[in-house]
């Protein structure tokens, strides 16, 4: 059994190894490492918090083992299986498991507090109430906003904005009487309030994420990523458990800069984006627009192999495409064989690219490619008209010239990589559906863009081998 001191001092230990690990996962090069920062502190934190617990009864140690080793099984399984393409669904359920298991040990605060050293039953300290009850709140509205975007990034609800009649209005009111319950829940502790508080959370939860459409998903998946921060923090000051407090408030604070800078990239709105009012106020239904009629170029692998093979400089494009395609490896071949032609290739990213932040950097790391050769948007943009080739892989929204020109447009105002620019534009896709904002991209119909139809990854393997 830890006595209280040396348990803290743990809980210093893993806290300062999360602070190294989020800096070594802010660059490509040191993300291995900062990686392994952070699974040592929580190594640490979990061993200490199972450890200071003890004498355990032997039920309750075997309860704990059981959840552990179902937890522990569930995650090295689904570690091992899941496709990179599905990476953000299942980050998506795990900021809601984070809201949920919030909701839950606030509730095991309030009805056994004596187990966490909190008093006795009724008797409990009001600024422990209210920590509880904050904390409930923003993991109630973390669940079921992050079961939402599971749906839509799933698949299973549309991606398209949900706008219901007086949302404003509604959202305000649940705000009011979420506060008002708060209040109401401190000076009594009544067990009545704190549900009505977690329904009310779960409803805003639901609310606030159904009216975002698909080109601000990224943004979502990183603004529940600082929710649940602020949950576990919460947590952590009714438990008065340290290690709670610096991870909920690294995760939270983290996930806030994160959200931030991605709004910066999107043109957005950060506070409407950390209230949920944004998204999609624009966006026309895709059953409503018109079957588009106009003339797209298209070309060949071979006739592509040609163009890059006497380009002087290629900057590849990538996006969620390729990841659907697993074609990372083969575009890394591919810009191999034009570099040892002399060809200056480099990558460019976009803030949004893919469906949660950093998806294609993960997937160009996993090709080997050198972190040198990838650029972000704003980095790389004005080389765009030097470049002979932009070569665009499964990217849609975020090459689409509508986002500077119509204004009717729900992806309006977001900055883009300026391909068009380029003096030829090679788009690789498998038809000419829009891409997760729902929108016509403008950029088949210039006069510089050549479409190469069909799955990114045989399309370039096939000019991989026309490259001879």
């Known amino acids: 059994m830890l006595n209280g001191n040396i348990a803290a001092l743990l809980y210093l230990v893993s806290g300062i190894l999360f602070i190294l690990a989020l800096r070594g996962l802010s660059s490509p090069e040191t993300a291995r490492q900062g990686n392994w920062f952070g699974v040592i502190g929580m190594g640490i934190a979990a061993a200490t918090t199972f450890f200071y617990q003890l004498p355990w009864g032997f039920s309750s140690f075997l309860w704990v083992l059981l959840a552990v080793a179902i937890g522990g099984s569930i995650g090295v399984w689904r570690a091992r299986t899941i496709e990179m393409t ?64 599971f749906l839509k990034l799933d698949g299973r609800m549309t991606g398209n904005p949900i706008l219901l009649a007086n949302r404003h209005a509604i959202n305000i009111g649940l705000g009011i009487l979420l506060a008002v319950s708060i209040f109401a829940f401190v000076p009594t502790a009544a067990h009545l309030v704190f549900w009505l508080i977690v329904l009310v959370s779960f409803a805003l939860g639901v609310l606030l994420i159904v009216p975002i459409g698909g080109a601000d998903m990224p943004v979502v998946i990183s603004m529940l990523n600082s929710y649940s921060g602020w949950a576990a923090a919460a947590i952590g000051f009714t438990l008065v458990n340290l290690a709670l407090i610096i991870t909920g408030a690294l995760v939270g604070s983290s ?41 797209v170029k298209q070309g060949s692998a071979e006739g592509a192999a040609k163009i890059l093979l006497a380009a002087k400089k290629v900057i590849v494009v990538p996006g969620y495409g390729m990841a659907v395609a697993q074609a990372q490896h083969v ?59 932009a070569f665009v892989i499964g990217a849609n929204d975020i090459t689409n010239p509508a986002a500077k020109t119509d204004s009717s447009s729900p992806i309006y105002g977001m900055p883009i990589l300026d391909v068009e620019h380029a003096k030829d534009v090679l788009f690789v896709k498998r038809g000419m559906g829009t891409g997760y904002a729902g929108v016509e991209n403008e950029l088949f119909f210039r006069p510089n863009t050549t479409m190469l139809f069909g799955d990114a990854k045989k399309m370039v393997d096939a000019i991989v081998k026309a490259m001879g």
Do not use: W
């Not at 690219?353 to 948007?377: I, K, S, T």
């Open 331 to 389: 575009v890394g071949v591919m810009a191999d064989i034009l570099k040892s032609k002399g060809v200056d290739v480099k990558y460019a990213i976009h803030p949004v690219a893919g469906r949660m932040p950093g998806h294609m950097n993960v997937l160009l790391a996993e090709a080997n490619v050198p972190y040198d050769e990838v650029f972000e948007l704003t980095d790389i943009n004005p080389e765009f008209p030097d470049a002979d080739v």
């Open 255 to 295: 996930g806030a800069i994160l959200s931030y800078v991605m709004c910066r990239g999107m043109n957005r709105s950060f506070i409407s984006v950390m209230l949920g009012g944004f998204g999609g106020e624009t966006a026309v239904p895709a059953g409503t627009r018109e079957a588009e009629t106009r003339p």
């Open 86 to 149: 599905a990476m953000p669904q299942l980050v998506a359920l795990f900021h809601a498991l984070i809201g949920l298991a919030a909701v839950f040990v606030a509730a095991s605060a309030l009805y056994a507090p004596q187990g966490f050293g909190l008093g006795v039953r009724n008797e409990i300290h009001g600024s422990t109430l209210f920590e509880m009850s904050l904390g409930a709140a923003i993991g109630a509205i973390t669940f079921t906003g992050s079961v939402i975007a």
